[in-house]
């Protein structure tokens, strides 16, 4: 039999499919593939064409494969392990180790999964890209967890998605912004924090708001600073706008960037927006104070801690509203120092609040995977950062909040101002 010619586009689409489609049923509510030649332009005679696709955040990832008819394990190990994978070095992971540890004391003490207490399996991500991929690999083979937490990078994010699509493993992503963690269409992955372009929107919206124009952005050489300077591009171009003047850095050298640029007298830009690691990034904006810069300084949610607030003037799109301050997030820090001997970070409390909403899933839920996704994606949880919730692929939907640094506090800054807050 003659093998029919290869059509690109068709065969990348089949690729999709075979990659990320899950077996069992077929979707229910896809129409069945057509080999009808393609709709031609309505007329009188035709009616309206039937566009030839589906978009993804209509469609939504949902998983259709089998598993859910699985029982418990009988009986009951005597563990319920679940995963974290994350940097075994910086404050970032840290912040992500102390929160596991401390949801998962908590809930032990609650009695645990129907008298059995969790265990905390961790794996470190640190290392040459691809680090994060065996490692979770073993936390879903060799430890057998439920489920796991990281995804500090979307780097890693996406790394982890690699093994969550191939052996059905939930993930909940705590601290990485890229949208594109979304885009990848994993129905076992769920991301807590305001993606990337959320970030960008806000904050070149509020620069233009206050007539300062576009910011000068400085981005890191890293991947998470590339995909944020796409955003702000696209974001530039959907209000009719260039893109933004931008120079990368060298996370080995960020301060050599600052040498090219006029900084002081009437060319300086009006804002400038930096866009990298934590601490790198950080540099970089203190460095600008220490060579005159007057303008209004910026940050994504990166900056959104301790360290940031010490940079007076600092504007950062947060990923919930610093300035306030709840009953419940006040007991949350007291119980954090009490057990660590420090307050808790922004990044803390999202991991905190991303293990709540997985312990809620496997009460649910129970001991089984694919029935634990099916929790997350259904998930509306009140929690300390406020209320969370997926998307139909499993992202954010939280907008991100205004804030600035005031003397060793953070005041938040109302979007329907005009005039540009003191710098």
Known sequence: MRKPAFNPSTGLTLLG?????????????????????????????????????????????????PGREEPEPDPLPPTIKLGLFAPARGGDGR?????????????????GYRGRPFELCFRPDDGPWGAATPRLVELANQEGVWAAVGGLTGETAHLAELVAAKLWLPVVVTWAPDRTIDYANVPWVFRVAPDDGQQAELLLDRTLAWGLGLPLVLAAEHRDAGVALDRLTEAAR????????????SPAAPLAVLDELVLTGAAAPGAVLVWGPARDAGRVLDALARRGYAGLRLAPATQASGAGLMREGLVVAAPYDLAMSTPAQDDFARRYHARFGSLPEPEAVLAYDAWQVLLAAIGEAGLNRARIRDALAATRHRGLSGTLQFSSLGGSPTPPVLVQARAGRWQRLPTERTAAPTR
Not at 21 to 36: E, F, I, K, M, R
Not at 47 to 63: I, K, L, S, T, V
Not at 95 to 111: D, K, M, P, V
Not at 238 to 249: A, C, F, I, N, T
């Open 238 to 249: 959907r209000r009719g706008l260039p893109p933004p003047v931008s120079r990368r850095y």
């Open 95 to 111: 912040s992500a180790q102390q929160a596991a540890e401390l949801a998962l004391a908590e809930a032990n003490r609650a009695g």
């Open 17 to 65: 499919v075979l990659l990320f489609a899950s077996p069992g049923a077929a979707v229910p509510d896809l129409p069945p593939v057509s080999h009808a030649p393609t709709p031609t332009p309505p007329d009188a005679a035709t009616g309206p064409a039937q566009q030839p696709y589906r978009h993804f955040a209509d469609a939504g990832a949902g998983f259709w494969g």
